[in-house]
């Protein structure tokens, strides 16, 4: 049978406008700052529009090179000088808590950033009372901002949480999942968790978590209540909105994460980004690695700490364990060092993976980060973890608990620790081997992570939404859910049996002495 080019140009445009007819229109909003956030989104966006959905994305960090159709970003990069605000480094060396960071010092930050979305102008053209714009889902981050799942009852469609560290056990919570103060898997906690804690330690991990929960929900989410109702006008309790969460996104390895009971609608993701190719050196700094014979550390604190805000102190203890190291050095350091160091190399910015790709590399000092995490494990190169803030304590605990590497603590740090700790990891194979079984582990999944979430998204998109796989956990009160009201009525039933016994006792022997007297 033969066919004409009209006839195959008519079949092919059936197949455009079948495809338009299934296609969705997404809307994204990934607020935080770090690019950190916006990379592990980028491959679910480039495969949504693929399938031919149409995607806009607010973000306060533009990804760049996404030239595509029917995707557009909306850029609220001003909130950059909001995230500037917090200095990392201060906030370790001062010994500020994770809980007390997220009290103290994320409010401010958080108020500002949702300000500064829902008063940019293209957004308010979005949610506009007047706006025809409709939406067939709202994919929103889920970390520490509920004013932005309004999106979600605005447009009246499905919310789709996305988290790109890990899911916070406060919106944990809210879904009806597990929280457990002690477990390892709370990075809230920090290096205070583990399986074989002492009573007294576990009694404190208890008070702190449930007492932050307590102030997260009473302070927490009547601010972004007010915020949201300023600019959406009247809506619902962001609490409600949250609990009718069709599916979250969870950015976490599944080889290392640490392994607890987790909700029907959770799915977890590796965004798996990596180029196979990427980029070439600069051509002074290839040769600077190229040529070390004996290899070289790579030593970065990430895109939100700064290594030139560390202590002047601090930055000569590394400058001068680096000098008696055989090894060259790379650090991402922002200024210049206060002395000269022959055998390292700084520039304020690397391009990581290339870095980490590079065969002559050794070890890779850095703060504990999901993102260069993953990096490591994609590149098998062993770590030395120096966590700073968030969840960086937990990332680095469980590469340690793997075998994969070493922590220690920046602020208390030697030198001959750091030599010691360092020249260990090196000489000792078993880091090597385990970061290669390591990425054997988290590479070994019966399916395309992406495409899974896609699939997923599409999911929401078909049924308006999964309130089947949402736990009915979610709206029972704290005492019901964990049928504490049960526990301290059995609890207490013995004593006030035994102390009703007791009193019929006591007054059978009174009564009895009164009859012997008389």
Not at 228 to 237: H, K
Not at 317 to 339: C, G, H, I, M, S
Not at 359 to 374: H, K, P, T
Request: charge should be neutral; hydrophobic fraction near 45%.
């Amino acid at each position: 049978m033969k066919f004409s080019g009209r006839t195959v140009l008519f079949v092919a445009n059936l197949f455009v406008v079948a495809r338009q007819l299934h296609s969705a229109r997404i809307l994204a909003v990934i607020p935080m700052p770090p690019f950190s956030h916006q990379i592990s989104a980028k491959p679910l966006w480039v495969e949504l529009n693929k399938r031919g959905h149409e995607i806009v994305l607010i973000t306060s960090n533009p990804l760049p090179n996404m030239n595509l159709t029917n995707f557009t970003q909306i850029d609220i990069g001003e909130s950059h000088y909001v995230n500037s605000e917090i200095n990392f480094i201060e906030v370790k060396f001062n010994r500020v808590s994770v809980v007390e960071f997220l009290t103290d010092y994320v409010p401010r930050l958080r108020d500002a950033l949702v300000h500064r979305l829902l008063n940019h102008t293209q957004a308010r053209k979005l949610y506009a009372p007047n706006s025809d714009v409709k939406f067939d889902v709202v994919i929103a981050e889920m970390l520490f901002m509920p004013a932005i799942y309004a999106f979600a009852h605005r447009f009246n469609a499905p919310l789709i949480g996305f988290t790109s560290l890990g899911i916070a056990a406060a919106n944990e919570y809210v879904l009806g999942g597990l929280v457990l103060p002690s477990h390892e898997g709370t990075w809230e906690m920090e290096a205070n968790t583990g399986s074989d804690l002492p009573f007294w330690k576990r009694l404190r991990n208890y008070v702190t978590f449930w007492h932050y929960l307590y102030v997260y929900y009473r302070d927490f989410y009547p601010g972004q209540q007010k915020i949201a109702e300023e600019y959406f006008g009247d809506i619902p309790s962001l609490l409600e909105i949250q609990k009718n969460t069709s599916l979250v996104f969870v950015n976490q390895m599944e080889g290392l994460a640490a392994a607890k009971p987790k909700l029907p609608n959770m799915i977890s993701y590796d965004p798996s980004y990596f180029n196979e190719n990427p980029k070439s050196l600069p051509q002074d700094l290839k040769q600077f690695v190229d040529d070390a014979t004996n290899g070289f550390i790579y030593f970065s604190l990430g895109s939100n700490a700064l290594s030139s805000h560390l202590p002047s102190e601090t930055v000569q203890l590394f400058l001068d364990v680096f000098a008696r190291l055989p090894y060259r050095v790379v650090w991402k350091y922002e200024r210049e060092l206060p002395t000269k160091a022959d055998n390292v190399y700084i520039a304020p910015w690397f391009s990581q993976l290339s870095i980490l790709s590079h065969a002559n590399i050794r070890l890779f000092v850095y703060q504990g980060g999901l993102q260069s995490s993953r990096e490591a494990i994609h590149c098998e190169v062993p770590i030395l973890g120096l966590p700073l803030i968030v969840d960086q304590e937990y990332q680095i605990g469980r590469m340690k608990a793997v075998g994969v590497g070493e922590r220690l603590d920046i602020t208390t740090v030697t030198r001959n620790e750091l030599e010691r700790t360092i020249l260990e990891i090196i000489n000792n194979k078993k880091y090597k081997k385990k970061m290669i079984e390591l990425k054997n582990i988290v590479n070994d999944i019966p399916y395309n992570s992406i495409e899974r979430l896609a699939w997923w998204t599409e999911y929401v998109i078909r049924h308006r939404g999964a309130p089947h796989l949402r736990t009915s956990l979610a709206k029972q009160p704290w005492y019901q859910r964990h049928d504490s009201d049960l526990v301290i009525f059995l609890a207490i039933l013995p004593f006030v049996i035994g102390l009703i016994v007791a009193g019929i006792i006591i007054r059978l022997i009174v009564s009895f002495d009164k009859q012997k007297v008389d």
